[in-house]
């Protein structure tokens, strides 16, 4: 489950810089050759606006961490498959990552709760019942105190 938070947090940050890379570049392009009479200006300030919006909530670096956390979790699920871990020192080693991690983002968590759930139980899996537009915004609102009931089981 963890791993897979980092997965996506980390594909979702990096999506995002690369779309304000890409408006940065457009906009101050057409700033440049004014191709759009008139519009020069709104070109410039627009473009300035997102790479203000983009160094600001630093999204490549954020990307990176994630890509990190994703990491440790991986190889210590493969230390807990080759016996080289019991599942009581995963459990500290998770506890001890968890310090280094910010804030959560409680409806992608969930999320990811549901897919590991799937993965591991298929048809039986405990799963939460996540709202389609709680889903869509689950990368960008923390939403800690999000609460959703479980699925009633088949």
């Known amino acids: 489950m963890n791993a897979q938070y980092h997965a996506g947090r980390e594909a979702f940050l990096d999506t995002v810089h690369r779309w304000f890379m890409f408006t940065v570049i457009a906009l101050g392009a057409g700033a440049l050759v004014d ?16 790479a203000a919006l983009d160094l600001t909530f630093d999204l490549s670096n954020r990307a990176r961490g994630h890509a990190m956390h994703k990491r440790r979790y991986f190889e210590l699920l493969a230390e807990l498959n080759a016996n080289e871990k019991t599942p009581e020192q995963v459990n500290v080693c998770i506890n001890q990552y968890s310090a280094d991690e910010e804030p959560q983002y409680r409806v992608m968590l969930l999320a990811c709760w549901n897919a590991a759930q799937a993965t591991i139980f298929g048809d039986h899996a405990l799963q939460y019942d996540i709202s389609g537009l709680a889903n869509f915004f689950k990368n960008w609102f923390r939403r800690p105190a999000a609460d959703f009931k479980l699925k009633a089981q088949a």
């Open 35 to 50: 191709v759009f009479h008139g519009l020069k200006e709104l070109f410039a300030a627009s473009a300035a606006i997102v």
